[in-house]
């Protein structure tokens, strides 16, 4: 199950680092599950849970427009006596693209039909 969702995402986000995607399933599944109030994902979101791993890709490269052709992450914060720049990994914008409600709230919609009450 996991795995044709993994697939599925690297297709439809072919320039995506597999294993920020891999971790990404994981959590899209854990975000259905969870709303949802199943154990596993109905064979009906398969293709939806894949899309929401790519729109959280596409969120990310969207954060990182500016980024260097070598994957250069964002900037997450500058200091500037003795200047100083953290960047964000693509694990981490993508935890916080995954984490935000907003996220969940444009697929609730479809996430509806399969939800069980508890």
Known sequence: MIDTIYDTAIQLAPGADKDVLRVSVL???????????????????????????????????MGNAGADADGSAE???????DTSYTFTTQSESMKAVLSTSGFLNDWKTQLNQFRRMR
């Not at 900037?75 to 006596?81: A, I, L």
């Open 75 to 81: 900037v997450k914060s500058v200091t500037r006596g």
């Open 27 to 61: 959590k899209v599944e854990q975000i259905i599950c969870n709303y949802c109030n199943v154990d596993t994902i109905p064979e009906g979101l398969y293709y939806v849970a894949a899309d929401m791993v790519a729109e959280a890709w596409n969120r990310i490269r």
